[in-house]
Every structure is written in structure tokens, then in C-alpha cells.
């Protein structure tokens, strides 16, 4: 069965950097794009980055551009975000979705981040 | 890019049917047929309920529908059960900056 396992929690400063792992397994991983979606406490989702299965760029939402980077190890089967420069605002719940004709047919458990000094 | 618009609440009794809308624009819910919908309970991950639109993954009831007209989607939920009381989210592929959520509603069975 398609199961998505994400890094633990973390506790980080304002201005530290935080990177999130989410490790595929139960399908071929080169075969689907990997979302980002965070959801602040009592907030919405909001859609953040794909992580292409191919070769393509990585497509990041304006909101966020220049701020974090996506990337993947198709070896180890594993999409990773990394958000910098953190600030009080970036505390939520980081999920990761594998895409399935551009919906998220599949979510990890996420990871809350918590920025406070 | 703007979020898409949803109603913050909706409501019904159990065994009504109930729509929740999810407006956006010509550029995101008008030009693609990728909107999908999310079921969300407290402390859970979100669920794919409706995906391109219409259709429904295994495994979700066909209580469930999707619908779309001009720059507004929809989901229908009938025959309304109580375990349906959750967050939905639409989602909708969009030009430019690639993909948006809409804020959110809050489904309440009476």
C-alpha cells in the first residue's frame, strides 16, 4: 500500500532554516510528482511547491518563491523541503501528497514546525 | 494568485443534501477541469474526496458528487450522515502560480 512517512517535529528560531523529509513507499516513486502543503494552527491549506517525478523544475507558489527549496533522491525514494529565513508565521503542520492527475490522491501524516524564539 | 472563494460554514440534518461552492477565476476553476475536493477531520490529514472535477476515488461514497460551471465548482454531499461533519477543501490547478486552495468549509450535520 502507498504509505508517506515525514520527519518528526521540530522547534526552530526566527531566521534558522528547517528541512522536512518524506519518504515514499508502495509504489514506483519516479512516477508521481511529490506537493508541499502547509496548514497554519486553525488555518487553511495552502499549497507551497510540486517536486517534479521527472526531469522538470520544480514549480513553487509565488508566495513562497526564493524562500524554500524542493528537491528529491529518487534512490532513497525521498522528497525533501527545506524553508529558510523562519519567522512566527511559518509554525503549522507540513504536509507532503503524492500527485495524482494534479490532485493528492495520498497525504503523509505532516510535520508541525514550531518558530519561536 | 488569490485563494478560491468558499462559504466558511454550511449545514444540514442527516439525510439532506447540501452543496458547498468554490469560486475562482477564468485563469484557475474556468480554464482546467483539475478541481478536486478535500475532506478534512480534526488532527487528520487531509482526504481526496473528487478529483478532474467529477470523479471519485475508490473507496468514496457516491453521496459525493462534483460539479463545475464557468468559473465555479461545487460539491454536493447527499443523504447527509454524521460523519460527514468535517473541513472541505477545493484545489484547483492554476496559470501561473500553479496551484490554490480555497479557504475552507466547515460542514455541520444537525
Known amino acids: 500500500q502507498v504509505v508517506l512517512v515525514q520527519s518528526g517535529t521540530e522547534v526552530k528560531k526566527p531566521g534558522a532554516s528547517v528541512r522536512i523529509s518524506c519518504e515514499a513507499s508502495?509504489?514506483?516513486?519516479?512516477?508521481?510528482?511529490i506537493h508541499w502543503v502547509r496548514q497554519a494552527p486553525g488555518q487553511g491549506l495552502e499549497w507551497m511547491a510540486w517536486?517534479?517525478?521527472?526531469?522538470?523544475?520544480?514549480k513553487y507558489s509565488q508566495n513562497f518563491q526564493g524562500r524554500i527549496t524542493v528537491s528529491k533522491d529518487t534512490s532513497a525514494n525521498t522528497a525533501y523541503m527545506e524553508v529558510r529565513s523562519l519567522r512566527s508565521e511559518d509554525t503549522a503542520i507540513y504536509y507532503c501528497?503524492?500527485?495524482?492527475?494534479?490532485?493528492?490522491?495520498?497525504w503523509g501524516p505532516g510535520t508541525l514546525v514550531t518558530v519561536s524564539s | 494568485q488569490s485563494a478560491l472563494t468558499q462559504p466558511p460554514s454550511a449545514s444540514g440534518s442527516p439525510g439532506q443534501s447540501v452543496t458547498i461552492s468554490c469560486t475562482g477565476t477564468?485563469?484557475?476553476?474556468?480554464?482546467?477541469?483539475?478541481v478536486s475536493w478535500y475532506q478534512q477531520k480534526p488532527g487528520k490529514a487531509p482526504k481526496l474526496m473528487i478529483y478532474?472535477?467529477?470523479k471519485r476515488p475508490s473507496g468514496v461514497p457516491d453521496r459525493f458528487s462534483g460539479s463545475k460551471s464557468g468559473n465555479t465548482a461545487s460539491l454536493t454531499v447527499s443523504g447527509l450522515q454524521a460523519e460527514d461533519e468535517a473541513d472541505y477543501y477545493c484545489?484547483?490547478?492554476?496559470?501561473?502560480?500553479?496551484?490554490?486552495f480555497g479557504g475552507g468549509t466547515k460542514l455541520t450535520v444537525l
Open positions: 508502495g509504489y514506483p516513486f519516479s512516477r508521481h510528482h
Open positions: 477564468s485563469s484557475d476553476v474556468g480554464a482546467y477541469k483539475y
Open positions: 517536486v517534479s517525478s521527472g526531469s522538470d523544475e520544480p
Open positions: 501528497g503524492r500527485d495524482f492527475g494534479w490532485s493528492i490522491d495520498y
Open positions: 484545489n484547483s490547478y492554476g496559470a501561473g502560480d500553479g496551484w490554490v
Open positions: 478532474e472535477v467529477t
